[in-house]
T-cell receptor, first 113, second 113 residues
Framework: GQNIDQPTEMTATEGAIVQINCTYQ??????LFWYQQHAGEAPTFLSY????GLEEKGRFSSFLSRSKGYSYLLLKELQMKDSASYLC??????????????FGQGTTLQVKP | DAGVTQSPTHLIKTRGQHVTLRCSPI?????VSWYQQVLGQGPQFIFQ???????GRGNFPDRFSARQFPNYSSELNVNALLLGDSALYLC????????????FGEGSRLTVL
Protein backbone atom coordinates (compact mmCIF):
# COMPACT_ATOMS: atom_id res chain seq x y z
CA GLY A 1 0.00 0.00 0.00
CA GLN A 2 0.87 3.66 -0.19
CA ASN A 3 0.83 5.72 2.98
CA ILE A 4 2.24 9.13 3.79
CA ASP A 5 1.76 10.64 7.25
CA GLN A 6 2.29 14.19 8.39
CA PRO A 7 0.80 16.22 11.24
CA THR A 8 -2.49 17.92 10.43
CA GLU A 9 -1.77 21.26 12.05
CA MET A 10 1.13 23.16 13.59
CA THR A 11 1.46 26.60 15.13
CA ALA A 12 4.66 28.62 15.47
CA THR A 13 5.75 32.16 16.26
CA GLU A 14 7.10 34.69 13.79
CA GLY A 15 10.91 34.56 13.71
CA ALA A 16 11.07 31.05 15.13
CA ILE A 17 12.07 27.71 13.55
CA VAL A 18 9.59 24.94 12.80
CA GLN A 19 10.12 21.35 11.66
CA ILE A 20 7.38 19.50 9.77
CA ASN A 21 7.83 15.74 9.76
CA CYS A 22 6.73 13.24 7.13
CA THR A 23 6.89 9.45 7.21
CA TYR A 24 6.15 7.29 4.20
CA GLN A 25 5.53 3.70 3.18
CA UNK A 26 5.27 3.32 -0.59
CA UNK A 27 5.65 0.48 -3.08
CA UNK A 28 8.65 2.22 -4.63
CA UNK A 29 10.74 5.34 -4.11
CA UNK A 30 12.09 7.71 -6.71
CA UNK A 31 12.26 10.98 -4.79
CA LEU A 32 10.45 13.01 -2.15
CA PHE A 33 9.01 16.47 -2.71
CA TRP A 34 7.76 19.27 -0.49
CA TYR A 35 5.19 21.71 -1.81
CA GLN A 36 3.67 24.84 -0.25
CA GLN A 37 0.02 25.63 -0.85
CA HIS A 38 -1.66 28.84 0.27
CA ALA A 39 -5.42 28.71 0.68
CA GLY A 40 -7.18 28.81 -2.67
CA GLU A 41 -3.95 28.65 -4.63
CA ALA A 42 -1.91 26.07 -6.53
CA PRO A 43 0.83 24.06 -4.80
CA THR A 44 4.30 25.51 -5.43
CA PHE A 45 7.51 23.47 -5.41
CA LEU A 46 9.82 23.89 -2.40
CA SER A 47 12.32 21.03 -2.42
CA TYR A 48 13.32 17.65 -3.79
CA UNK A 49 15.34 14.88 -2.09
CA UNK A 50 16.32 11.62 -3.71
CA UNK A 51 19.48 10.81 -1.72
CA UNK A 52 19.85 10.72 2.07
CA GLY A 53 20.84 13.96 3.71
CA LEU A 54 19.99 17.61 3.99
CA GLU A 55 19.18 19.96 1.12
CA GLU A 56 19.28 23.65 2.02
CA LYS A 57 17.64 26.43 0.04
CA GLY A 58 17.54 29.78 1.78
CA ARG A 59 15.24 29.70 4.81
CA PHE A 60 13.98 26.24 3.84
CA SER A 61 15.81 22.92 4.32
CA SER A 62 14.63 19.37 3.69
CA PHE A 63 16.06 16.15 5.06
CA LEU A 64 15.63 12.57 3.88
CA SER A 65 16.38 9.17 5.41
CA ARG A 66 15.38 6.44 2.97
CA SER A 67 16.12 3.60 5.41
CA LYS A 68 13.70 5.13 7.92
CA GLY A 69 11.10 6.29 5.40
CA TYR A 70 11.36 9.73 6.95
CA SER A 71 11.70 13.33 5.85
CA TYR A 72 11.34 16.71 7.42
CA LEU A 73 10.98 20.27 6.19
CA LEU A 74 12.71 22.91 8.30
CA LEU A 75 11.57 26.52 8.05
CA LYS A 76 13.79 29.15 9.68
CA GLU A 77 13.11 32.79 10.54
CA LEU A 78 9.39 32.27 10.13
CA GLN A 79 7.41 35.03 8.47
CA MET A 80 3.65 35.61 8.51
CA LYS A 81 3.53 34.76 4.80
CA ASP A 82 4.74 31.24 5.64
CA SER A 83 1.25 30.47 6.96
CA ALA A 84 0.13 27.82 4.47
CA SER A 85 -0.35 24.10 3.98
CA TYR A 86 2.84 22.07 3.45
CA LEU A 87 2.49 18.93 1.36
CA CYS A 88 4.89 15.98 1.50
CA UNK A 89 4.82 13.84 -1.65
CA UNK A 90 6.65 10.71 -2.81
CA UNK A 91 7.29 9.71 -6.41
CA UNK A 92 6.94 5.93 -6.31
CA UNK A 93 7.85 5.15 -9.92
CA UNK A 94 10.85 5.82 -12.10
CA UNK A 95 11.19 7.22 -15.58
CA UNK A 96 8.12 7.08 -17.76
CA UNK A 97 5.75 7.84 -14.96
CA UNK A 98 7.35 10.82 -13.27
CA UNK A 99 4.06 12.71 -13.16
CA UNK A 100 2.65 10.48 -10.45
CA UNK A 101 3.16 11.70 -6.89
CA UNK A 102 1.60 10.28 -3.74
CA PHE A 103 0.71 13.18 -1.44
CA GLY A 104 0.19 13.30 2.29
CA GLN A 105 -2.85 15.13 3.63
CA GLY A 106 -0.83 18.29 4.23
CA THR A 107 0.24 20.15 7.37
CA THR A 108 -1.48 23.48 7.96
CA LEU A 109 1.05 25.84 9.54
CA GLN A 110 -0.16 28.93 11.31
CA VAL A 111 2.44 31.58 12.08
CA LYS A 112 1.48 33.94 14.89
CA PRO A 113 2.99 37.37 15.65
CA ASP B 1 6.62 32.87 -19.59
CA ALA B 2 3.12 31.57 -18.98
CA GLY B 3 2.73 28.90 -16.35
CA VAL B 4 0.25 26.06 -16.42
CA THR B 5 -3.17 27.41 -17.37
CA GLN B 6 -6.49 25.75 -16.60
CA SER B 7 -10.06 26.48 -17.54
CA PRO B 8 -12.66 27.02 -16.32
CA THR B 9 -11.58 28.25 -12.90
CA HIS B 10 -14.95 27.60 -11.27
CA LEU B 11 -18.00 25.68 -12.39
CA ILE B 12 -21.19 24.28 -10.93
CA LYS B 13 -22.87 21.14 -12.24
CA THR B 14 -25.70 18.90 -11.11
CA ARG B 15 -25.59 15.17 -10.44
CA GLY B 16 -25.52 13.06 -13.59
CA GLN B 17 -24.07 15.77 -15.79
CA HIS B 18 -20.77 15.67 -17.65
CA VAL B 19 -17.82 18.04 -17.28
CA THR B 20 -14.73 18.80 -19.38
CA LEU B 21 -11.73 20.53 -17.82
CA ARG B 22 -8.85 21.91 -19.88
CA CYS B 23 -5.16 22.41 -19.26
CA SER B 24 -2.27 23.98 -21.16
CA PRO B 25 1.20 22.99 -19.90
CA ILE B 26 4.27 25.17 -19.63
CA UNK B 27 5.84 25.66 -23.04
CA UNK B 28 8.26 22.83 -23.72
CA UNK B 29 6.72 20.45 -21.17
CA UNK B 30 5.39 17.28 -22.73
CA UNK B 31 4.02 15.58 -19.61
CA VAL B 32 0.67 16.50 -18.08
CA SER B 33 -0.79 15.02 -14.91
CA TRP B 34 -4.22 15.47 -13.34
CA TYR B 35 -4.97 15.49 -9.63
CA GLN B 36 -8.13 15.74 -7.54
CA GLN B 37 -7.92 17.67 -4.27
CA VAL B 38 -10.79 17.43 -1.85
CA LEU B 39 -10.98 20.18 0.77
CA GLY B 40 -8.58 19.50 3.64
CA GLN B 41 -6.74 16.70 1.85
CA GLY B 42 -3.66 16.38 -0.31
CA PRO B 43 -3.98 16.01 -4.09
CA GLN B 44 -4.79 12.52 -5.42
CA PHE B 45 -3.28 11.32 -8.69
CA ILE B 46 -5.79 10.67 -11.49
CA PHE B 47 -3.82 10.42 -14.78
CA GLN B 48 -0.50 11.16 -16.41
CA UNK B 49 -0.06 11.70 -20.15
CA UNK B 50 3.24 11.95 -21.97
CA UNK B 51 3.59 12.39 -25.71
CA UNK B 52 -0.17 11.86 -26.06
CA UNK B 53 -0.08 8.45 -24.38
CA UNK B 54 -1.46 7.51 -20.98
CA UNK B 55 1.48 6.70 -18.72
CA GLY B 56 -0.30 6.21 -15.42
CA ARG B 57 -3.75 5.96 -13.91
CA GLY B 58 -4.80 6.38 -10.30
CA ASN B 59 -7.58 4.63 -8.43
CA PHE B 60 -10.50 6.41 -10.05
CA PRO B 61 -13.59 4.91 -11.75
CA ASP B 62 -14.03 4.69 -15.50
CA ARG B 63 -16.24 7.79 -15.36
CA PHE B 64 -12.94 9.68 -15.39
CA SER B 65 -11.08 9.90 -18.70
CA ALA B 66 -8.50 12.16 -20.24
CA ARG B 67 -6.57 12.78 -23.39
CA GLN B 68 -3.61 14.81 -24.59
CA PHE B 69 -3.48 16.70 -27.86
CA PRO B 70 -0.59 17.16 -30.35
CA ASN B 71 0.19 20.57 -28.78
CA TYR B 72 0.48 18.78 -25.39
CA SER B 73 -2.61 20.43 -23.92
CA SER B 74 -4.98 18.08 -22.14
CA GLU B 75 -8.60 17.53 -21.23
CA LEU B 76 -10.07 15.74 -18.24
CA ASN B 77 -13.60 14.42 -18.67
CA VAL B 78 -15.88 13.24 -15.90
CA ASN B 79 -19.21 11.57 -16.73
CA ALA B 80 -22.27 10.92 -14.55
CA LEU B 81 -21.16 13.39 -11.90
CA LEU B 82 -21.66 12.49 -8.25
CA LEU B 83 -21.75 14.82 -5.24
CA GLY B 84 -18.41 13.34 -4.17
CA ASP B 85 -16.75 14.61 -7.34
CA SER B 86 -16.87 18.13 -5.90
CA ALA B 87 -13.21 19.11 -5.58
CA LEU B 88 -10.36 21.20 -6.91
CA TYR B 89 -8.96 19.58 -10.06
CA LEU B 90 -5.31 20.38 -10.55
CA CYS B 91 -3.27 20.00 -13.69
CA UNK B 92 0.51 19.77 -13.49
CA UNK B 93 3.13 19.78 -16.19
CA UNK B 94 6.68 18.52 -16.00
CA UNK B 95 9.75 17.72 -18.02
CA UNK B 96 10.82 14.11 -18.20
CA UNK B 97 14.19 13.46 -16.61
CA UNK B 98 16.02 15.15 -13.76
CA UNK B 99 14.06 15.97 -10.64
CA UNK B 100 11.05 16.47 -12.85
CA UNK B 101 9.21 18.59 -10.34
CA UNK B 102 5.57 19.20 -11.13
CA UNK B 103 4.38 22.71 -11.85
CA PHE B 104 0.73 23.11 -10.93
CA GLY B 105 -1.97 25.27 -12.43
CA GLU B 106 -4.42 27.22 -10.27
CA GLY B 107 -7.00 24.49 -10.67
CA SER B 108 -10.63 24.16 -11.65
CA ARG B 109 -13.01 24.17 -8.70
CA LEU B 110 -15.96 21.89 -9.45
CA THR B 111 -19.09 21.95 -7.34
CA VAL B 112 -21.68 19.23 -7.94
CA LEU B 113 -25.18 19.93 -6.58
Amino acid sequence: GQNIDQPTEMTATEGAIVQINCTYQTSGFNGLFWYQQHAGEAPTFLSYNVLDGLEEKGRFSSFLSRSKGYSYLLLKELQMKDSASYLCAVRPDGSGNTGKLIFGQGTTLQVKP
Amino acid sequence: DAGVTQSPTHLIKTRGQHVTLRCSPISGHKSVSWYQQVLGQGPQFIFQYYEKEERGRGNFPDRFSARQFPNYSSELNVNALLLGDSALYLCASSEMGGAGELFFGEGSRLTVL
